[in-house]
């Protein structure tokens, strides 16, 4: 079965400082991953995906996550996070570009930024 | 480009009614998705559509249902309401088989 793991369900940071969320998936087939923001009362928004290439994506708001298949993890990091930053964060797998848009999300990361 | 829209944006139901809720994808989007989060359970999928086809669905009863239209926009109806449907419902659209748009959700408080 698929599943994804999010390990850390609070992080809390310092604004400016570094911040990496975790995300490992199980699968025994070849997977697309992706890392989606949530701001309150708002739906998703797409950070950045890896489908194939190479395995360091950079995103918008200066994120960029790994894909390392060894591990089965896909962790999302910024170097420098700003207040605005603070936010719910899902990594989602999708099974094979054949598994017509069935995405699998982990439980989630909120994280919050302090002055 | 307009984004994709979800209406109503809020709901409030009691157990035992049905509810429909609306979903209009991003211009020239075939594929609409469905999801329900919440905080017990996450974000799980429910269903998505494809050229008016249901292309794949997960695991909820059958009291979840969904179609869609000829001109991409779908509904997601859910009857016999109980307190656990209460939920946010995020409708997601895309071209085909790739990043997924998503909308506001409907939010939907069943007493």
């Known amino acids: 079965a698929q599943s994804v793991t999010q390990l850390d369900s609070q992080v809390p940071v310092f604004e400016e400082a570094p911040v990496e969320l975790r995300c490992n998936y199980s699968?025994?087939?070849?997977?697309?991953l992706f890392w989606y923001v949530q701001y309150p009362n708002q739906g998703l928004q797409l950070l950045l995906k890896?489908?194939?290439?190479?395995?360091l994506v950079k995103g918008i708001n200066g994120f960029e996550a790994e894909f390392n298949k060894s591990q089965t993890s896909f962790h999302l990091r910024k170097p420098s996070v700003h207040i605005s930053d603070t936010a719910e964060y899902f990594c989602?797998?999708?099974?094979?570009?054949?598994?017509?848009?069935?995405?699998?999300f982990g439980s989630g990361t909120k994280l919050n930024v302090k002055p | 480009k307009a984004g994709v829209t979800q209406t109503p944006r809020y709901l409030i139901k009691t157990r035992g009614q049905q509810v429909t809720l609306s979903c209009s994808p991003i211009?020239?989007?075939?594929?609409v998705s469905w999801y329900q989060q919440t905080p017990g359970q996450g974000l799980q999928f429910l269903f998505e559509?494809?050229?008016?086809?249901?292309?794949n669905k997960g695991n909820f009863p059958g009291r979840f249902s969904g179609r869609q239209f000829s001109n991409s926009r779908s509904e997601m109806n859910v009857s016999t309401l109980e307190l656990g449907d209460s939920a946010l419902y995020l409708c997601?659209?895309?071209?085909?088989?790739?990043?997924?748009?998503f909308g506001p959700g409907t939010r939907l408080t069943v007493l």
């Open positions: 699968s025994s087939v070849s997977v697309y």
């Open positions: 997601a659209s895309s071209l085909d088989r790739d990043e997924q748009f």
């Open positions: 989602a797998v999708m099974r094979g570009r054949y598994n017509f848009n069935k995405f699998y």
């Open positions: 211009s020239g989007h075939r594929s």
């Open positions: 559509y494809f050229s008016e086809t249901q292309r």
């Open positions: 890896y489908l194939s290439g190479s395995t």
